[in-house]
């Protein structure tokens, strides 16, 4: 039994997330999701590398429903990734519907089945517009529903909430976090493409320009 | 694409429930979830004849880590099912945690991806106070919530919150709906076990003692 379950995509925020909150005291297991996402593949041994690098519990849950009956272009089964910002309207075809509702409910059900009494997510306040299941009022509503839908025995932390995915770079480097042990562009290949939408928000974040990023980048 | 995705177990609340909208005049697919319950092999085949027998679209999703890594007497990996009324404490063990939550945000889901803009769900005034993610309050918050996830693309209904499981017997046995195409018993064996808290229940809501359910039991 831990403390808390962490849902540990691989990527730099649920990273940081993972080792922020070991360095808090508290003892986490995390689960991880195989939903059919172009960047799965990479993502996913990165997040069983950390894992058994930390000494931390790791549970995989595929989800291969989700490949075949949704529809995002970040799955497998969807079409191009874009390249550019966020701001781009092109990005919103990234939108896999729900997703962080379902990943959060396997969570919760886990959570409850081992005792853990929280869940963690590692959404943050630069999360888009574009993905309405990473903003603030959205947790609130899920945190409630939590609540009453496990009679109080799990609740949702979302300590990113307040700041930024640069602010999580920082508090990773601080906490020595490896960086190139995370992985982040949309598309999945062999190295970060270095254009799509969220490897330019990790070479911000990073501090890609000070020449502080360790990410291998194609582009 | 339909108007609404119901969530179907194959049970009697739920059929009852897809019949009743069809009814209606809306355009239902259906979604059922083999999540590794003693009963899914009894119930899952029966909601795929309904569905041939009515003409409707049907999904089944599995969700195999449920029972992998889950805890309850209604899985397989659990103990044995009590016998008895709901008000037992013994029951207890048959919450699946955080049930309710997980199937409907993968309908959610589903229902986005395909433009269908309700995810309807049995849960009825007749829930028992033990599963809190059949509660009434529980529906509420999740329904804020899924609001909030889609962008107001979906929301969730819950046609029988205010009606009991008796209710539905009747309402369906209206609607011509044939019981024998359903499944509630627990146990899961080759007929009805007839002594469970979900059989007592069916022999209740479907008129046992007036003579009025088809259903075959054991006992």
């Known amino acids: 039994m831990t403390d808390a379950i962490a849902v540990l995509s691989g990527g730099m ?3 940081v997330m993972l080792v922020h909150t070991l360095d808090k005291g508290k003892t986490v297991a995390a689960l991880s999701f195989d939903y059919g996402s172009k960047h799965n593949a990479r993502e996913i041994p990165m997040a069983a590398d950390l894992c058994k690098k930390l000494g931390v519990a790791h549970q995989v849950v595929c989800l291969p429903f989700m490949n ?4 995002s272009s970040l799955l497998q ?3 191009k990734i874009p390249d550019g910002g966020y701001e781009q309207s092109t990005m919103q075809s990234t939108v896999v ?3 962080n509702g379902i990943l959060i409910s396997i969570a919760v059900g886990y959570a409850e089945s081992t005792g853990a009494k929280e869940v963690l ?3 943050h306040a630069g999360d888009h517009f574009i993905y309405p299941d990473c903003r603030p009022e959205f947790n609130r509503a899920f945190s409630k529903t939590v609540d009453l839908g496990t009679d109080g025995k799990v609740s949702l932390s979302f300590p990113f909430e307040h ?3 640069r602010g999580i770079g920082d508090l990773g480097r601080g906490l020595g976090v490896d960086f190139a042990m995370t992985w982040t562009c949309y598309k999945g290949g062999s190295v970060h493409c270095g254009v799509c939408g969220a490897c330019l928000e990790r070479k911000h974040a990073l501090r890609y320009d000070q020449g502080l990023d360790v990410t291998r980048y194609k582009q």
């Open 13 to 15: 925020d649920s990273t």
């Open 68 to 71: 075949k009956l949704f529809s």
């Open 77 to 79: 089964s969807g079409g």
């Open 97 to 99: 519907p729900f997703r």
């Open 121 to 123: 997510l590692g959404s």
């Open 163 to 165: 700041i930024d995915k």
